[in-house]
């Protein structure tokens, strides 16, 4: 008796170990509550292993995601994970590669890569004049802990292949360079002058996703005069010839 009561338990744990290493990720995700500005399509394969084509958050869109998702960290209510997503050589996509760390009120990650197409971006900033430019914007973050609001961050910014349309076409501005920390709880993003547009400035994003910028710039004088009149809209110049923003 006792040794058909054990091999039923043995039945019942491989069982049970079976339906969790299938477990279907469109049905865990199904008892997720999400955030009413995150949109998920196209969830399959497993909790461990899954794919999801796309996940829209705040109208930026997110292609082709797969993950693999760690199980003994769950043990401990966390949640240890690589993700990558996107199309690294489409200038159009948003492309990421992460591992991460999470919890319920904590993300942490010791190696993340970021591509966002310029355009997307400048839907989302206080811009007070509308600009057409491109390129992308990429994001190296080496550090991040990030606990409801900014407690480590270190990272490199850049914005690769700067360009603004012109009414000849479009003018390329070269690459623009930042570093990224935490001031305080805020996100601090801090652009270094070194680029055809003299722009130096500081940026701050809030736990709450609102941003600010305060800074200078001065335009190349080899850009063509019509990248110096629009300058003069945003602002007007010093007596060095610098314009002054802060949004």
């Known amino acids: 008796?006792?040794?058909?009561?054990?091999?039923?338990?043995?039945?019942?744990?491989?069982?049970?170990?079976?339906?969790?290493?299938?477990?279907?990720?469109?049905?865990?995700?199904?008892?997720v509550s999400l955030p009413k500005e995150v949109k998920?399509?196209?969830?399959?394969?497993?909790?461990?292993?899954?794919?999801?084509?796309?996940?829209?958050?705040?109208?930026?869109?997110?292609q082709d995601i797969s993950w693999q998702l760690d199980f003994l960290p769950l043990l401990w209510g966390n949640a240890s994970m690589n993700i990558e997503a996107g199309n690294l050589r489409d200038a159009e996509q948003v492309s990421l590669k992460a591992d991460l760390s999470l919890s319920a009120s904590d993300t942490q990650s010791e190696g993340l890569q970021l591509y966002l197409p310029v355009n997307m971006v400048l839907g989302q900033l206080p811009i007070p004049l509308p600009v057409n430019a491109s390129g992308r914007f990429k994001v190296n973050i080496s550090q991040l802990d990030y606990q409801q609001q900014c407690v480590v961050l270190a990272g490199q910014g850049q914005w690769?292949?700067?360009?603004?349309?012109g009414t000849q076409g479009p003018i390329p501005l070269g690459t623009f360079n930042a570093e990224l920390s935490c001031d305080k709880e805020n996100v601090k993003v801090v652009i270094k002058p070194d680029n055809s547009?003299?722009?130096?400035a500081t940026a701050h994003i809030t736990p709450q996703g609102q941003f600010s910028?305060?800074?200078?710039?001065?335009?190349?004088?080899?850009?063509?005069?019509?990248?110096?009149?629009?300058?003069?809209?945003?602002?007007?110049?010093?007596?060095?010839?610098?314009?002054?923003i802060d949004w």
């Open 1 to 31: 008796m006792k040794s058909i009561v054990k091999t039923v338990l043995l039945c019942l744990l491989c069982y049970s170990i079976f339906l969790l290493v299938h477990l279907p990720a469109a049905q865990v995700l199904g008892w």
């Open 40 to 62: 998920i399509s196209g969830v399959s394969q497993t909790l461990w292993s899954g794919k999801m084509d796309q996940l829209v958050y705040q109208g930026i869109p997110l």
């Open 160 to 165: 690769l292949n700067a360009q603004v349309a």
């Open 197 to 200: 547009f003299g722009l130096d």
């Open 213 to 244: 910028i305060k800074g200078k710039f001065k335009p190349d004088n080899n850009l063509p005069q019509e990248v110096h009149q629009a300058a003069a809209l945003f602002s007007r110049a010093d007596a060095q010839g610098f314009y002054h």
